[in-house]
């Protein structure tokens, strides 16, 4: 099956820095999403993304469906953005299935 | 407010127990998801519905059973079939297409003794 694999898996950073989160996956997907899972298990969507750039606040995100990978950046991190990314795949027509990525987990030294 | 809510927050259970896992919606989302997640682990879906009396298996729906009797609510019953049933579990909901932006709810911590 598809696989879906995020880098790295483990990221500590001093508040204000900015990062780049990666996600690639083995196979065409219909969609991607981006969330973000608090320290106290919490998720939260971030991004709906099947192609292109999309930007909220100080997070952004690109797809680039053709080769297979997104981007989650974060600029100006704050101890808030402490906890667990996670990409998810939507497999699409062929099998109505969602497939998570093992997760970056980020924490943000204050 | 409008939201997704599970309960109870912690379960514990003997080991051959059936639990049934609390999920309710006010949000009027069609459809409705379960996952599990394990320990350094990403979610797993088990199961979803997305409308009324009707729900398909996720990739790991053995030892699991739902209903969907209603909009707002979709119970996940754990059976003592299933092997390893100690995880967290979320549920979640969306309106529109299949996956379309999910709202979790705030998830329950289950451990089988």
């Known amino acids: 099956g598809i696989q879906v694999e995020q880098s790295p898996p483990d990221l500590i950073l001093q508040e204000g820095a900015n990062s780049t989160l990666r996600c690639n996956f083995s196979d065409s997907v219909n969609n991607l999403q981006w969330f973000h899972q608090n320290p106290w298990g919490q998720l939260i969507n971030l991004f709906y993304i099947p192609s292109g750039t999309k930007q909220n606040g100080r997070l952004s995100a690109t797809t680039v469906a053709t080769e297979r990978y997104s981007l989650l950046y974060i600029s100006s991190s704050q101890t808030t953005d402490s906890g667990v990314y996670f990409c998810a795949v939507e497999l699409g027509n062929r099998d109505d299935k969602i497939i998570f990525g093992k997760g970056t987990r980020l924490h943000i030294l204050p | 407010d409008g939201g997704i809510t599970q309960s109870p927050k912690y379960l514990f259970r003997k080991e051959g127990q059936n639990v049934t896992l609390s999920c309710e919606q006010n949000l009027n989302h069609d459809a409705m998801y379960w996952y599990r997640q394990d320990p350094g682990q990403g979610l797993r879906l088990i199961y979803y519905s997305q409308i009324v009396n009707d729900f398909q298996k996720g990739d790991i729906a053995e030892g699991y059973s739902v209903s969907r009797e209603k909009k707002e609510s979709f119970p996940l019953t754990v059976t003592s079939a299933q092997k390893n049933p100690t995880a967290f579990y979320l549920c979640?909901?969306?309106?529109?297409?299949?996956?379309?932006?999910?709202?979790f709810g705030p998830g329950t911590r289950l451990t089988v003794l």
């Open positions: 979640a909901s969306s309106w529109g297409g299949l996956y379309n932006e999910q709202f």
